[in-house]
């Protein structure tokens, strides 16, 4: 069965610090990977996914992830934190099988110090 | 386009009493998921609908949660009776017919239910 585990549950930033949100899987092949976001009272949204092909991959609002097989990680990067970013960050893995079935993290709330 | 629609926003019940949550998916989207995300926790899938069918509903405990869509687009989540451990945000998702690739999946906003 897959699983994912996010290590950290609390980040603290400033704002124009650069910002390194972990993700560690399981899955015994390569998986489907996606990072979503949620802010207070919103639904999820979806900030980039990994399928295949390059590993660095490109989301919306300025966040990338990089799919590293070795370390069985999808970590979220992103350069320069806006306050806007403040919110809950949850890595999640899909099934390559079909069923389009997702296992979520427990996530991580980041906070962002003006 | 709209996305996906959920109703009520916030409910507040007592234990033992029931309760019912809506769904309304993105228009030609064939299936439609149902999570429960407890606080400090992840989304946690209960049930997965294609069309009218059920996919999976193997984490739906099923002797007080039951779920329908019965013309294959809106969906009903209810709880009877509600415990204080139902206390969640409930979150409808729906996506493309899944077949063999993936199709990602939109959510709504959720509802937060609370149980006293």
């Known amino acids: 069965a897959q699983s994912v585990t996010q290590p950290d549950i609390h980040i603290t930033v400033s704002e124009g610090a650069s910002l390194e949100l972990r993700c560690n899987y399981s899955y015994g092949a390569t998986p489907y990977l996606f990072w979503y976001v949620q802010s207070p009272g919103q639904g999820l949204q979806l900030l980039l996914k990994y399928f295949s092909g390059d590993t660095l991959v490109q989301g919306i609002k300025g966040f990338e992830a990089e799919f590293k097989r070795s370390q069985s990680s999808f970590n979220l990067r992103k350069p320069s934190v806006h306050w806007s970013d403040a919110a809950e960050y949850f890595c999640a893995v899909g099934a390559t099988g079909g069923g389009n079935k997702l296992t979520f993290g427990t996530g991580t709330q980041l906070k962002v110090e003006l | 386009e709209a996305g996906v629609a959920q109703s009520p926003r916030y409910k507040i019940i007592e234990k033992r009493q029931s309760v019912a949550f809506w769904c309304n998916p993105i228009?030609?989207?064939?299936?439609l998921y149902w999570y429960q995300q407890i606080l400090g926790q992840g989304p946690k899938l209960l049930i997965q609908f294609q069309n009218n069918g059920v996919v999976d509903d193997s984490q739906l405990p099923k002797d007080r949660f039951s779920a329908e869509r019965l013309k294959g687009v809106d969906s009903t989540l209810k709880i009877q009776p509600a415990k204080l451990e139902d206390s969640a945000v409930y979150l409808c998702?729906?996506?493309?017919?899944?077949?063999?690739?993936?199709?990602?999946?939109?959510f709504g906003p959720g509802t937060r239910l609370t149980v006293l």
């Open positions: 228009s030609g989207h064939a299936t």
């Open positions: 998702a729906s996506s493309l017919l899944s077949g063999g690739g993936y199709n990602e999946q939109f």
